[in-house]
């Protein structure tokens, strides 16, 4: 049976929002130090892409770049990132994840894996196939549409 593809468009849209609220409502629930999704984004992001600049994380978290300025220099007070200034342009900067940082991130992601972990335990393993196969098919068609992946 082939899919259409706007109804799995419309299928997508409808359940991506309905997860990401799911993972926003229980990363709350967990949060560390009182640490917001967005600055748990930012931390996310520049873990993965070490050395981003803050336009790169201001057009990932769809911030302007003085909100996203305002809220990497809380998470620098805090000690959870760092700036360093770019080799190659002064008038850039470059951002790394502390230790403290990573250990944060780290926790927060685990428990929130635990919790999506719990909840596909009532799918049967034929589905949860289904699932990562699917979820493999989105990253790469989503990872491609970007330079960064999110």
């Known amino acids: 049976m082939t899919a259409d593809l706007e109804e799995s468009a419309r299928k997508l849209l409808e359940v991506v929002p309905i997860i990401m609220q799911d993972i926003r409502s229980e990363m709350r ?3 560390l130090l ?6 748990f984004r930012v931390l996310a992001f520049v873990n993965r892409n070490e050395g981003s600049s ?16 305002r809220l990497v220099d809380g998470l620098i007070a805090r000690g959870l990132m760092a700036r360093n200034d770019h080799p190659a342009d002064r008038r850039r900067v470059r951002l790394t994840v502390t230790g403290h940082g990573l250990a944060i991130l780290e926790a927060s992601t685990q428990g ?3 919790y999506l972990a719990n909840k596909l335990s009532g799918v049967d393993a034929d589905d949860r196939e289904a699932i990562d196969k699917a979820v493999e098919a989105l990253r790469t068609v989503f990872a491609t549409s970007t330079s960064v992946v999110t």
């Open 34 to 39: 009182d640490l917001t999704v967005p600055q």
């Open 54 to 69: 803050l336009w790169e994380v201001a057009s990932h978290v769809g911030l302007t770049p003085p909100s996203t300025s």
């Open 29 to 31: 629930r967990r949060r």
């Open 112 to 114: 929130t894996v635990s």
